[in-house]
């Protein structure tokens, strides 16, 4: 079975940065895309940044030029740099594994979500 453990999230000043961290363990063969989402209370759940395993990446208007993306494809590792967060940015984080190529055994494709992590910035 495929897990997805979420690091890094806390509390931080506005101004302030910190860095996500969502390791994805199990039989993988492949994964297209990591990425992460979130979900502040009362709304819905919005994609943040994602990259493929090629290193082409894509961000959320409000996130861009604050935020970086990146992933270790031999680590199965992807990570979110957030610098000059803002207190709009409080919310859930969720990290996602898109079509992810896994032996269960028999080889299985899905997607997987992690249990997310909460980040919180004070103004």
């Known amino acids: 079975q495929v897990q997805l453990v979420e690091s890094g999230g806390g509390l931080v000043q506005a101004g302030g940065s910190l860095r996500l961290s969502c390791a994805a363990s199990?039989?993988?063969?492949?994964?297209?895309?990591m990425g992460w989402y979130r979900q502040a209370p009362g709304k819905q759940r919005e994609l943040v940044a994602r990259?493929?395993?090629?290193?082409?990446?894509n961000y959320a208007d409000s996130v861009k030029g604050r935020f970086t993306i990146s992933r270790d494809n031999a680590k199965n590792t992807v990570y979110l740099q957030m610098n000059s967060l803002k207190p709009e940015d409080t919310a859930v984080y969720y990290c996602?594994?898109?079509?992810?190529?896994?032996?269960?055994?028999?080889?299985?494709?899905?997607?997987?979500w992690g249990q997310g992590t909460q980040v919180t910035v004070s103004s």
């Open positions: 996602n594994a898109d079509r992810v190529r896994a032996w269960v055994p028999g080889i299985s494709i899905n997607d997987y």
């Open positions: 199990g039989n993988i063969i492949s994964i297209n895309a």
């Open positions: 990259v493929t395993s090629g290193g082409s990446t």
